[in-house]
């Protein structure tokens, strides 16, 4: 009986950590899902979350900061050849689940619980990238706060965008 116990605890922490692991990919789609309906703003999102993961490339060459030791592999097809040097300041998916999360609650209906959806998956990826040594708490942190700072002005963006097709149309 504690065998199976075991087995089963095992399953749900793997599917713990796989929603973690996959939380930027996730919360992506779980915003193109909620925009569905407008075009313009799930293109808006998309043109940005691509911009995103260029920007924290750049941030990471800038910072220099390096990544915890000892990785631990979560996929059996990752590489941690640490021979190159690999940054981790900051979070790369928390940045991008937090961009992806900012953007929904400003402009979906009911943002209240695409908030709550998105915490979830937010908890659930700073965990699987700290319990994986993929990043320390600061550099998650900073991925945090670089995301909500990049979905306001997206936002704003967005109000601008809008504001001109508006305007241009009259």
Sequence with gaps: MGDLIDKEVRKARDFIFGVGYFSEIIMALVVIYALKNNIMDISIFIFFFF???YLN???????REPRPNDPKKFLYSENFSRANKVYGMPSGHSQNVFYSITYLYL??????YWL???LVLAALMAYERWTFHNHTISQLF??????VMLGFIVYFIRIQIYSS???GAK
Excluded: D, W
């Design 57 to 63: 490339t750049l941030f990471k060459a800038f910072i």
């Design 116 to 118: 709550e959806l998105g």
């Design 51 to 53: 911009l995103s993961g």
């Design 142 to 147: 900073a991925g945090m706060v670089v995301g």
């Design 165 to 167: 097709l508006i305007l």
């Design 107 to 112: 402009i979906a209906k009911n943002g209240i």
